[in-house]
């Protein structure tokens, strides 16, 4: 039981290229998250999933895409990377939703990007 | 104003003090109150998890919740070295029948000296 896996761990990138994250969970977990960590603004949300084929924007969506084409995996996808993006990226998944007795997140191990 | 307002930090005790780590809040609608423990280049784990107002204990943690002053607390008796990570509070909401909503603190940064 692997948990949350977040491939790759580390990536450096050039303004305007592009990049996808991915995350995988083997703990049949309905919810999926994408957070960014900057220091002294703690962890923000990106985007999130309610499960496979649907996914809604969070607190910081401007720059990244989606997809949850199957339920384990949760993608994260920048067109043209910016300065501005240089961050630590965290994938987690959650049994049930926020706000409910069993939604503890799970959070993988981060993926920490550079863009320069 | 953020929603969620974490006392900043860094905090240096030595080994085996007590330590109290705090969060404000202005969002009345959170119900679900929430510590994580991230140690340095690791995700974060869940430490303790509290509904409604009251304290729970864990061991050597001890979560404490009052909604009427909108303030959570986390109380470490007995520090140790392995203590010292960044410590995360988190809140949590239904905002919908399909989604909830998650707010996190910045983190304070805890070192337990020997």
């Known amino acids: 039981n692997a948990g949350v896996t977040q491939t790759p761990k580390f990536r450096v990138l050039k303004t305007g290229q592009s990049m996808t994250l991915l995350c995988a969970q083997d703990m049949n977990h309905e919810y999926m998250y994408w957070y960014r960590q900057d220091p002294g603004m703690g962890l923000r949300l990106i985007h999130y999933s309610v499960g496979e084929g649907t996914t809604a924007k969070g607190e910081v969506p401007d720059g990244y895409n989606v997809s949850r084409l199957k339920k384990q995996n949760f993608l994260l996808g920048l067109e043209s990377a910016a300065p501005s993006q240089t961050s630590v990226y965290f994938c987690?998944?959650?049994?049930?939703?926020?706000?409910?007795?069993?939604?503890?997140?799970?959070f993988g191990p981060g993926t920490r990007l550079t863009v320069l | 104003q953020k929603e969620v307002e974490q006392d900043p930090g860094p905090l240096s005790v030595p080994e085996g003090a007590i330590v109290s780590l705090n969060c404000t809040y202005s969002n009345s609608a959170f119900q679900y109150f929430m510590w994580y423990r991230q140690y340095s280049r690791k995700g974060p784990e869940l430490l303790m998890y509290?509904?409604?107002?009251g304290n729970k204990e864990d061991g050597r943690f001890t979560a404490q919740v009052d909604k009427s002053s909108k303030y959570i607390s986390l109380f470490i008796r007995d520090s140790q070295p392995s203590d010292s990570a960044t410590y995360l509070c988190?809140?949590?909401?239904?905002?919908?029948?399909?989604?909830?909503?998650?707010?996190f603190g910045d983190g304070t940064t805890l070192t337990v000296k020997p």
């Open positions: 987690a998944s959650s049994y049930s939703r926020a706000g409910t007795r069993t939604d503890t997140q799970y």
């Open positions: 988190a809140m949590s909401a239904i905002i919908n029948t399909n989604a909830g909503k998650s707010t």
């Open positions: 509290t509904y409604s107002s």
